[in-house]
């Protein structure tokens, strides 16, 4: 068997990998014995020529993502390893009660680093797979994992999407590759949700299709909006606002830029709702709509995307948060809800917390925390990488 390429690191530069920590950063990298292609296997060592771990190599700033430490030893990834990997994680999920759930039977199969498998996103819709490559060498062992998926779901398996054209390099970016079905052909389906029903456009849709990262923050809705007046965000295909309304808000607006996300906001309102007249699309700027409104509401949700991917524009990102939070807390009603949320990975739940008091004191009203969120455990966080707890949000009680 050919020798895997050797990765020394410079001194101190271990630190992090020695505590499970699994990505190598291209200036951690003090030399480099034998070829690099994107997506190959590399073994990783400390400067004292300690082996600490094998993982799949990328020419970008994180240049390794570790996929077996120390004192495992893998000399290739074969179908073996991928079916392991991928059975513990399908484990995980039977054990939180929802591989066999017919009241929910969409959720998150593998979330990256928080099942090990860095750079891989795995999402399950009522039978459909949908998979998301965000690293080369994801994309190059695709058919084996592939193949690892059909023999743990069998039967019960409908298709496999593959969905990385947006997520792969360039050079790797090109539709016939990174974008099809790997496995069936079922293009569209209703998925449940507590009982809550959604049709899932896993191939045009943003991101797999769905955000199931909020599944118990839109759960968490339900209890403070009966009756309520309510203003749904950023709501892409209307999850919160088909929460609120099973729950008996008195009017739910649901606001978003996208004619896409206004679209799918009202199919999914009328699949659950027929003829529900107490339900309103917003074509519009958020902050700007917010802004110009007179009317007073019980309850808003915030949850915009991303505001900042990198540290350099993390300040831009706070002021946008302080802005739009601002414009919120001063419209909505004594006593009201705030559902206020941030999922760039750079901004922490301390510095969101503290940029959303900023935005009550702007506002000048009184602010009680009620509840702290994050991603639920179909989303699972690995202790060894803090980086994955992506999904901060409250739930502030306006005075």
């Not at 990765?7 to 990505?23: T, Y």
């Not at 390893?81 to 999920?93: E, M, P, V």
């Not at 900042?308 to 300040?315: C, E, G, L």
Request: net charge neutral.
């Amino acid at each position: 068997m050919d020798t895997l390429t050797k990765i020394i690191l410079k001194s101190g530069k271990d630190d992090a990998i020695k505590r499970f920590h699994p990505w190598v950063f291209s200036g951690a990298i003090k030399k480099t014995y034998g070829p690099t292609p994107d997506g190959g296997l590399v073994e990783v060592f400390s400067n004292k020529d300690e082996y600490l771990g094998t993982g799949l190599f990328q020419d970008s700033s994180i240049a390794v993502r570790i996929m077996a430490f120390a004192p495992d030893r893998p000399r290739l990834l074969d179908e073996q390893y991928w079916h392991k990997k991928l059975f513990n994680a399908w484990k995980l999920r039977t054990q939180l009660g929802l591989t066999s759930n017919e009241e929910t039977n969409v959720y998150r199969l593998i979330h990256g680093e928080g099942d090990q498998l860095p750079g891989l996103i795995i999402d399950h819709y009522n039978g459909n797979l949908v998979i998301q490559a965000h690293a080369v060498g994801i994309h190059l062992n695709i058919h084996l994992i592939a193949e690892g998926l059909k023999k743990i779901y069998g039967s019960q398996l409908k298709s496999i999407y593959y969905k990385s054209t947006e997520t792969l390099p360039a050079n790797f970016a090109s539709k016939e590759d990174t974008e099809g079905f790997l496995y069936g052909e079922n293009t569209m389906d209703i998925v449940s949700e507590y009982g809550h029903k959604f049709e899932i456009d896993f191939i045009k849709g943003q991101k797999t299709g769905f955000f199931i990262d909020q599944r118990e923050n839109r759960k968490l809705l339900a209890a403070y909006s009966k009756g309520k007046k309510v203003l749904n965000t950023f709501c892409y295909s209307g999850g919160f606002s088909v929460y609120a309304l099973q729950a008996g808000a008195a009017y739910v607006e649901s606001l978003d830029s996208s004619k896409k996300a206004i679209e799918l906001t009202e199919k999914n309102v009328e699949l659950n709702f027929p003829g529900c007249n107490n339900h309103k699309v917003i074509a519009a700027d958020a902050l700007q709509y917010i802004k110009e409104s007179d009317e007073i509401r019980d309850v808003i949700i915030l949850d915009p995307p991303a505001f900042a991917k990198h540290t350099n524009v993390r300040h831009n990102a706070v002021q946008g948060y302080k802005r739009l939070n601002a414009e919120a807390i001063s419209k909505i009603a004594p006593g009201g809800i705030l559902f206020t949320f941030s999922c760039s990975q750079v901004v922490n739940m301390s510095l969101f917390k503290s940029t959303i008091m900023a935005a009550a004191i702007q506002a000048g009203r009184q602010a009680k925390i009620l509840h702290q969120m994050s991603q639920p455990a179909d989303h699972p966080v690995n202790a060894f990488h803090p980086e994955g707890e992506y999904l901060k949000g409250l739930v502030l009680y306006i005075e």
